[in-house]
């Protein structure tokens, strides 16, 4: 099966500076690859998602980054802001069964002020 | 606009005995899930239902049961529950027919097992 792997497990930036996080991917098969964010008590929340036939996409500050060839996807946060502090979830699957979703095991972004 | 409830919030529950958790979507979706969250795991599914009829083991079934009721209704059952179910459990649906597959998530229920 689909194997995810997320770095790093925690980040902390100061506001303004930039956040990366990664993730590997095993299944060539995946094509779906998306982005959930979960504050401290709350659901996780889709922020973004890229398909396998493009190869990056933007949304205002956040902006993800894949590379088919060597199964590996980016999220990037730019100009970070307090309320980004959050817990990061990537997850790879087929699109058309995307609740069959593998997902990372998360990064805690915490954004100093 | 509720999109998807479940219930309880919060339970407590000693070694042996057994729950349903209930959950219920409102947005018409056809495929529904259960997850479970762990500290430092991420997202674990338990088992999913692609549509109404249908149900599926996911990566981590052992120890659970699931009923499509209908197609708003997918209830996760622990028939004799154990201190390693202790952990949220997250419903989720989505529309897979749509250009996007993404998980709308219920609000979590956190069970504890003694």
């Known amino acids: 099966g689909e194997n995810v792997e997320q770095h790093p497990s925690t980040l902390s930036v100061q506001e303004g500076d930039s956040a990366v996080i990664k993730c590997t991917y095993s299944?060539?098969?995946?094509?779906?690859f998306p982005w959930y964010k979960q504050e401290l008590g709350k659901r996780p929340q889709l922020i973004i998602d890229i398909r396998s036939n493009v190869g990056e996409k933007k949304d205002q500050r956040i902006a993800v980054t894949l590379n088919k060839t060597a199964k590996h996807f980016s999220l990037h946060i730019t100009e970070t802001q307090p309320e980004d502090s959050a817990v990061y979830f990537c997850a790879a699957s087929i699109r058309t069964n995307a609740g069959k979703s593998t997902f990372g095991d998360g990064t805690t972004l915490t954004v100093k002020p | 606009n509720a999109g998807v409830t479940q219930t309880p919030k919060f339970q407590v529950l000693k070694t042996g005995q057994s729950m349903t958790l209930q959950c219920a979507q409102d947005m018409n979706h056809n495929s529904m899930y259960w997850y479970r969250q762990d500290p430092g795991m991420g997202l674990r599914l338990i088992y999913y239902?692609?549509?109404?009829?249908?149900?599926d083991k996911g990566e981590v079934p052992n120890g659970y049961n699931v009923s499509r009721l209908n197609k708003r209704e997918f209830s996760l059952r622990l028939e004799s529950a154990a201190p390693s179910q202790t952990s949220v459990y997250f419903c989720?649906?989505?529309?897979?027919?749509?250009?996007?597959?993404?998980?709308?998530f219920g609000e979590g229920s956190r069970l504890t097992v003694l």
């Open positions: 299944d060539s098969a995946s094509n779906y």
């Open positions: 239902s692609a549509s109404e009829g249908t149900t």
């Open positions: 989720a649906s989505s529309e897979n027919r749509l250009n996007t597959g993404e998980l709308f």
